[in-house]
């Protein structure tokens, strides 16, 4: 059992959607940008974010501290549901984000989070930190 829980913020992006996708993962107030993430869509682009995530705490050590739960908060309802049901069914989802659902679940069987939740875009460390990269 999770003694206290690490907050990992995550988003995706790209412009033009479809385009070139973008990522930000925010980790204890570190800003982890990712570019150069090929072509896609947003929703690639937001699977591809809540994966850079896991590969972070992973990296740390944190997704394996017994003493730790990794807690993954994004702003992309549909891929939170769709992570979340591949989590509990052990199961890729089905379409077109099934691979990166395979991936999710790879990482997941590792260490799986303590848990995954949505918030608000305008609540989304990572989403602020991608925002900041474009400005109007």
């Known amino acids: 059992m999770a003694h206290h829980r690490v907050k990992i ?3 995706g992006g790209c412009r033009p959607n479809p385009g070139p996708m973008e990522a930000a993962v925010v980790l204890r107030g570190a800003v982890h ?3 150069d993430m090929g072509q ?3 929703t690639d682009a937001e699977w591809l974010a809540l994966i850079r995530a896991m590969e972070l705490a992973h990296s740390l050590g944190l997704a394996l501290m017994e003493q730790v739960g990794v807690e ?3 702003d992309a309802l549909p891929v939170i549901h769709q992570a979340n049901e591949a989590l509990r069914s052990g199961q890729p989802i089905a379409g077109p984000m099934r691979a990166h659902s395979v991936t999710f679940l790879a990482l997941a069987a590792k260490a799986p989070p303590a848990r995954l939740r949505w918030i608000k875009r305008e609540q989304n460390l990572a989403g602020i930190a991608l925002a900041a990269r474009h400005p109007r």
Do not use: E, K, Q
Request: proline share 0%.
């Open 33 to 35: 940008l990712f570019g």
């Open 9 to 11: 913020f995550f988003d």
């Open 40 to 42: 896609g869509t947003n």
């Open 72 to 74: 993954l908060i994004g």
